[in-house]
C-alpha cells in the first residue's frame, strides 16, 4: 500500500505483530518449511527465499530447534500434514483491494475463515485476477539513513538504479523503502551496502499500482482493524491493500494507540 512504512509504524506502536510469541512462530516455522521445499534445499545460501524466512526467526529469538524441525519438514524429513501456499484477493471496507499471501495445511479450513472475515468487514473475496492487477510483484529493501539530509540520500539511491524510493522516520531514525525489479532484489541490496547504507530488512512484495485514498476517520478505522484482523490469523504470512490514510488519521491512529 501507498506508505506501507507507515502502516508497519503503527503496527509497532500497536504492537500487532507480535500479538504472541506462539503465533509468530506458527507464522515463521510454516515460511521457512514453504520455502525449504519449494527451494528444494536447507541451505540458506543457495536458497534465498529460506534466508530471509530464517532472519525473520532470528528477529523473534525462534529456538534452533524449532527453526531444524521446520527445515526438516519442508526437506521430507519429518512425517506430518502438507503445507500449502495460497494467495486470496478480495475487496475489503471502503472498497480497499487486498491481496493476501498464507500457508495452510487445511485449505478448505481457511477459505471458509478468510471468506467469513471479508464478508464480516462488509467486503468480499473475489476470485483469482480480481485485485491482483492492482499490484506489481516487487523487491522491497528497508535501508537506515546514513546521518545526512533526506534529499541526498534518496538521489544517491536512486542514482543506484532503484524504481523508487520512499522515506520515513522511525524510531526517531531517519529510513528509506527502496523498490526494484524482484529479480534484482539480492543485487541492489549489495550495491545499497556498498555505498555505506545498512540495509534492515529486504524480500519481495506486492506493490499497489492503484490507490484508494482514505479521508473518513470511520472509513479508516474499518479499514486497519480489517487488516489487523487479517494479519493476525496463523495462516495468513502477507497483506497487501491499496489505501493510503491521510496523515492527520495516522496521528489519530497513533495516538490511541499509545492510550492502550
Do not use: C
Not at 521445499?37 to 536447507?42: F, P
Not at 519481495?204 to 478505522?221: G, M, R, S
Amino acid at each position: 500500500m501507498s506508505g506501507h512504512s507507515k502502516w508497519s509504524t503503527i503496527k509497532r506502536q500497536k504492537g500487532v505483530a507480535d500479538i504472541k510469541r506462539g503465533q509468530t512462530f506458527t507464522k515463521i516455522a510454516n515460511a521457512i518449511t514453504i520455502t525449504a521445499r519449494t527451494g528444494g534445499s536447507g541451505d540458506p545460501n543457495s536458497n534465498p527465499r529460506l534466508r530471509a524466512a530464517l532472519e525473520d526467526a532470528g528477529k523473534v529469538n525462534m529456538p534452533k530447534e524449532n527453526i531444524q524441525r521446520a527445515i526438516d519438514r519442508g526437506l521430507g524429513k519429518l512425517p506430518g500434514q502438507i503445507l500449502e501456499e495460497v494467495i486470496y484477493e478480495g475487496f475489503g471496507p471502503g472498497k480497499v483491494a487486498f491481496l493476501v499471501e498464507g500457508v495452510t495445511d487445511n485449505k478448505l479450513r481457511t477459505n471458509q475463515e478468510i471468506r467469513n472475515l471479508f464478508e464480516r468487514s462488509g467486503g468480499s473475496l473475489g476470485g483469482q485476477g480480481s485485485t491482483s492487477y492492482m499490484f506489481d510483484k516487487k523487491g522491497e529493501i528497508k535501508v537506515k539513513g546514513k546521518g545526512g539530509s533526506v534529499e541526498e540520500e534518496m538521489l544517491e539511491l536512486i542514482d543506484l538504479g532503484v524504481e523508487d524510493v520512499e522515506d520515513f522516520v522511525e524510531e526517531n531514525i531517519q529510513k528509506y523503502l527502496v523498490y526494484t525489479e524482484s529479480p534484482e532484489l539480492n543485487t541492489m541490496g549489495n550495491k545499497i551496502t556498498q555505498v555505506g547504507f545498512e540495509v534492515e530488512e529486504s524480500g519481495i512484495v506486492y506493490k499497489p499500482n492503484v490507490l484508494v485514498d482514505i479521508h473518513d476517520p470511520e472509513t479508516a478505522k474499518k479499514v486497519m482493524d480489517f487488516t489487523e484482523k487479517l494479519e493476525s490469523m496463523d495462516d495468513i504470512q502477507k497483506v497487501y491493500a491499496n489505501f493510503d490514510v491521510s496523515d492527520n488519521l495516522l496521528e489519530e491512529r497513533q495516538g490511541s494507540a499509545s492510550e492502550q
